[in-house]
């Protein structure tokens, strides 16, 4: 248990449905993380949330929305997706740059049929 | 753009025995992380290595940063079945202030067999 719970932990979802992840910390960290992990890629960073704010979105297709109401929280709005974004989505959270690493959810499995 | 290189990508070493897993990357950076992953589970911090000579051990895992060489090393020693998982580095391409964006190597799948 590393502090950061995602919600599902598998989530199977048509191409035309809508669903969300959660991301919750507890840690009082201010920064948190989307990465994507496919099976054949290395860890993909997809946003970034320091603050509250936005600040790196690294050419995510607009499919994928996130949220983040607070520094605790975290969303990612799933729309229209395709087969191929089919993959383990991790939450991550961190300090803001305090010399310390980044705690990682348990991630959730996302299969797009 | 950051590449960050593991090597090797699969590695099948027997009980008792010492290997070592390098990762290289392309850009000048001083912060560099070792994360472990056991399948179906998430990422657990193993290290985090914050300047040219760092060294940090922890049981049979001994990692090390030289960042004139851009090269870290992930040595096992004597390993045990327990230590078989996949194995990440990890670098942040910026110095200063801000949050922090990490990028990862594809990770060695480590296999240790009796």
């Not at chain 1, 449905?17 to 860890?43: D, F, I, R, T, V």
């Not at chain 1, 936005?54 to 050419?59: F, G, I, L, V, Y």
């Not at chain 1, 520094?71 to 993959?87: G, N, V, Y």
Request: net charge neutral; glycine share 6%; hydrophobic share 35%.
């Amino acid at each position: 248990e590393t502090g950061v719970t995602q919600t599902p932990r598998h989530l199977v979802m048509g191409m035309t449905n809508k669903k969300s992840l959660k991301c919750e910390q507890h840690l009082g960290h201010n920064a948190m993380y989307w990465y994507k992990q496919s099976a054949k890629k290395p860890l993909e960073l997809m946003f970034v949330y320091n603050f509250k704010e936005q600040t790196e979105n690294n050419s995510v297709p607009s499919r994928f929305s996130p949220e983040c109401p607070n520094s605790s929280h975290l969303f990612l709005h799933l729309h229209t997706l395709q087969p191929e974004d089919s993959a383990l989505y991790l939450c991550a959270s961190s300090q803001e740059r305090l010399n310390t690493e980044a705690f990682f959810g348990q991630g959730t499995r996302l299969t797009v049929v | 753009e950051l590449k960050v290189e593991q090597n090797p990508l699969f590695l099948s070493m027997q009980e008792g025995k010492n290997y070592t897993i390098y990762c290289n990357y392309s850009t000048t950076s001083d912060r560099l992380y070792w994360y472990r992953q056991d399948p179906g589970k998430s990422l657990e911090s193993l290290f985090v290595l914050l300047s040219n000579g760092a060294v940090k051990q922890e049981g049979r895992l001994m990692a090390s940063l030289d960042t004139k060489a851009r090269l870290s090393t992930l040595h096992i020693t004597a390993a045990v079945h327990d230590l078989s998982a996949t194995y990440f580095c990890a670098v942040d391409p910026y110095s200063g202030a801000g949050s922090y964006q990490l990028t990862f190597g594809k990770g060695t799948k480590l296999s240790v067999i009796p």
